[in-house]
């Protein structure tokens, strides 16, 4: 199976911040990587698939990047609606694996 | 607007059976593909599994810790996919949500509300 790896696994960051999370997978999944959101008690919502393809919708403040084992998810300018969990998932084989998760948190 | 709705969580004994239903509207069910993943209380997603469609061969496809244990299954006529839960354990508890999953960008693109099965004696 393969681990995706997600660090750090919490932040504390303040409103207009950029916030980097990073995720890594135990062997090579070319672009096959997703990110999503999940706030408390609400569903998963995704993000980024392909590693850089932002799903229609999400505001553009949102952006992946990466390939092989290693990416990031990036908020450019950090905003109140966006302090939540975020999630890394891969695609590239079965199982579908995600990563462990990062809260992101008001500072 | 693509709606899914999760039904049939609960309380159920280990070694018991439960089946989750989930409702599809504002998406051609017929031609999604469709997957479970859970989420245990205060942990992180895990993938259940996926099943393809009709036209696309309908297979199935399950992470190990429930292969042999779960089944799904859609009826396409009634736009809704089911998880059969077999044998069920302490650690199956967990939300359940259903989410379609795009079989060309392998994403889960849309997701229910979510359903609470508790395993417990």
């Known amino acids: 199976d393969i681990q995706m790896t997600q660090s750090p696994s919490s932040l504390s960051a303040s409103v207009g911040d950029r916030v980097t999370i990073t995720c890594r997978a135990s062997q090579s999944i070319s672009s096959s990587l997703n990110w999503y959101q999940q706030k408390p008690g609400k569903a998963p919502k995704v993000l980024i698939y392909?590693?850089?393809s932002l799903q229609s919708g999400v505001p553009s403040r949102f952006s992946g990047s990466g390939s092989g084992t290693d990416f990031t998810l990036t908020i450019s300018s950090l905003q109140p609606e966006d302090f939540a969990t975020y999630y890394c998932?891969?695609?590239?084989?079965?199982?579908?694996?995600f990563g462990g998760g990062t809260k992101v948190e008001i500072k | 607007e693509v709606r899914l709705v999760e039904s049939g969580g609960g309380l159920v004994k280990p070694g018991g059976s439960l089946r989750l239903s989930c409702a599809a509207s504002g998406v051609t069910f017929s031609n999604a593909w469709m997957s479970w993943v859970r989420q245990a209380p205060g942990e992180g997603l895990e993938w259940v599994g996926r099943?393809?469609?009709?036209?696309?061969?309908?297979?199935?496809e399950y992470a190990a810790p429930v292969k042999g244990r779960f089944t799904i299954s859609r009826d396409d006529s009634k736009n809704t996919l089911y998880l059969q839960m077999n044998s069920l354990k302490t650690e199956d508890t967990a939300v359940y949500y259903c989410a379609t999953y795009s079989g060309t960008y392998c994403f889960f693109g849309q997701w229910g509300q979510g359903t609470l099965v508790t395993v417990s004696s």
């Open positions: 392909a590693a850089s």
């Open positions: 998932q891969q695609c590239n084989s079965f199982p579908l694996t």
């Open positions: 099943i393809k469609s009709k036209n696309d061969g309908g297979t199935t």
